[in-house]
């Protein structure tokens, strides 16, 4: 195995082209076999449902080596769970469980050269989704659907160190109640598109939003979940119908318990109790956890105790009990870490 000649530190969260990646096509009410392939175009009718009517839904994870230098992927079958839930939502077919991971794999081994070697912070994350590709002009589902799974090298989140985040609470909202909130489709982050860069003109990070209906509870940033840990070493999520089941969250509430003994709680949060929280975090797969440092809510500050220069010491210990778990330092949980062979 020759690996890429990529300076694998400092290549950043951007889309490198790889050389395979993974095709199945749902006509007459069927998946085909699926197949790896080199094209890394697609053509489609310029009615495509997913141009017209944004009929897309998308999973992400990310491929890495071990210490001990096998290729690895973490908890691929969850991925597979989510795009089906949010497949049933959006009316598409449900790609099979066994068949997504069986995808997911064919396309890390295809593009095994672009594997990041341990240690360098970087890793080649995995872009599984879906999409309504025939011709549709009234409004309803699509018939035709293609599945694809392409892979791209990532460099490290943090580099030169891990920085807490300043954040807004925005004015915009993510998600209504019965909404789409829970499900990884392209919609939610189309409508985000506008207050992020808003955000970022501002000057802040990320945006904090607060749930649709009442604006009191904490929801989620665009693209990762919450995490508080409370002056006396509890750790608590947010709970909402209409917030993205983070598989990162999930996992860091796991070790939270089982790892680090520590008592965690999934609970409606309200907007007033998060002054009194000693640290917060934002967590999803790029980065596992981003520490947040301060909240901007319409100019007033609320600035938590762990500070501007690094994680809050509950937060570095999540942070390095599961990365450490990912990369083959710790023991991981049955089922956690799929190997590569
Ligand atoms: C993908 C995503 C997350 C993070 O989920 P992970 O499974 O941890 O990567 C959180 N919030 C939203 C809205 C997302 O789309």
């Known amino acids: 195995m020759a690996k890429k000649n990529i300076d694998w530190a400092n290549i950043g969260f951007g889309y490198i082209k790889t050389d395979k990646r993974y095709v199945s096509n749902y006509t007459g009410g069927k ?79 295809a593009n095994a050269d ?6 360098t912070g970087a890793t080649l994350y995995l872009r599984p989704y879906m999409f309504g590709i025939n011709p549709v002009i009234g409004v309803k589902p699509a018939d035709d659907f293609q599945f694809r799974v392409f892979a791209t090298p990532v460099g490290p989140y943090f580099k030169g160190g891990v920085k807490p985040l300043t954040i807004k609470v925005s004015d915009f909202d993510r998600a209504a109640p019965h909404g789409t909130g829970f499900i990884k489709a392209g919609l939610n982050y189309a409508m985000s598109l506008h207050a992020i860069v808003t955000a970022h003109e501002e ?6 939003y607060l749930d649709a209906a009442t604006r009191t509870k904490v929801e989620e940033t665009g693209g990762a979940n919450f995490l508080f840990v409370t002056k006396d070493n509890k750790v608590v999520t947010p709970k909402s119908d209409s917030i993205l089941p983070s598989i990162t969250r999930r996992s860091l509430m796991v070790v939270a318990k089982e790892y680090l003994g520590l008592e965690v709680e999934e609970r409606e949060v309200f907007f007033d109790e998060v002054k009194d929280f000693a640290e917060c975090g934002l967590c999803g797969t790029a980065a596992v956890i981003s520490p ?6 319409h100019g007033k500050e609320i600035c938590f105790p762990s500070g501007m220069e690094k994680m809050g010491p509950i937060t570095q ?25």
């Not at 001990?68 to 795009?83: M, T």
């Not at 077919?93 to 064919?106: G, K, L, S």
């Not at 999540?318 to 956690?336: H, N, V």
């Open 31 to 109: 998946w085909d076999d699926g197949a790896i392939i080199d094209d890394d175009m697609i053509t489609m009718s310029e009615c495509a449902c997913v141009l017209q009517y944004a009929q897309t839904i998308f999973e992400g994870l990310k491929a890495y080596t071990t210490e001990d230098g096998k290729i690895v992927v973490f908890r691929p079958d969850l991925n597979a769970q989510r795009l089906a839930n949010s497949s049933r939502r959006m009316e598409m077919p449900v790609f099979p469980e066994d068949r997504f991971v069986d995808a997911v794999v064919q396309t890390v081994k």
């Open 114 to 119: 672009f594997v990041p070697p341990y240690g």
């Open 203 to 208: 000057g802040f990070a990320e945006n904090m």
């Open 292 to 297: 947040v440092g301060k909240i901007n809510d």
């Open 317 to 341: 210990k999540l942070y390095d009990t599961l990365t450490g778990i990912q990369m083959g330092r710790l023991e991981a949980p049955a089922g956690w870490i799929r190997v590569i062979e």
